[in-house]
């Protein structure tokens, strides 16, 4: 054996050692990072809130400030039933009265964060001196979903009562928030 053979052979073993060590370095133990969706805003639950807004009756307009309550079911992707409850306080230059509903409702999740549906509802109202009559409300709103369990809504329904020959003496909307617990 010739030095030369040995000095190639020394190097060769060395040029190896030295690439398996590069190529073990390559190889880098990750741990793959888990892939999060969001759920989205879930309309089904309880929730309750506020609402303010105007009804409008012909040569009469009321402010109005209330509160509703109610619990929603998702029973087949998309639509939407529901129950709620709304007391209103309703002031204007024709008296101040109150105003108990409640109502049913039908919508349709347009997506995770918007909701259409229709009202209707059965109540009473109250004027200032105790006189109560029979009252029902049909219509509908749209609710947007702005935070995890926060939505804003308007509505727009016919109002009428029970005593009188029109299907609707007058207008209400509202703006509200809702807090879906």
Known sequence: MTIRS???GATSVALLSTTSAFAADLII???PQPIYESAGFSWDGFYAGGQFGGQFYPGLTYGLV???AGI???????I???VEGTAEYIFGSGGNFGEFFVNARLGAVVTD???????AGTGVE???VGTTFG????????EFAVTDSVSVRGQLVGVGFYNDPDFFDGVKATVGISYHF
């Open 6 to 8: 040995l000095v190639l």
């Open 29 to 31: 133990p990750t741990t």
């Open 66 to 68: 209330g509160v509703h």
């Open 72 to 78: 929603n079911f998702i029973v087949a992707d998309p």
């Open 80 to 82: 939407l039933l529901g």
């Open 113 to 119: 964060s918007v909701l259409i549906y229709g009202l």
């Open 126 to 128: 109250v004027n200032s």
């Open 135 to 142: 009252t029902y409300q049909l219509g509908g709103g749209v």
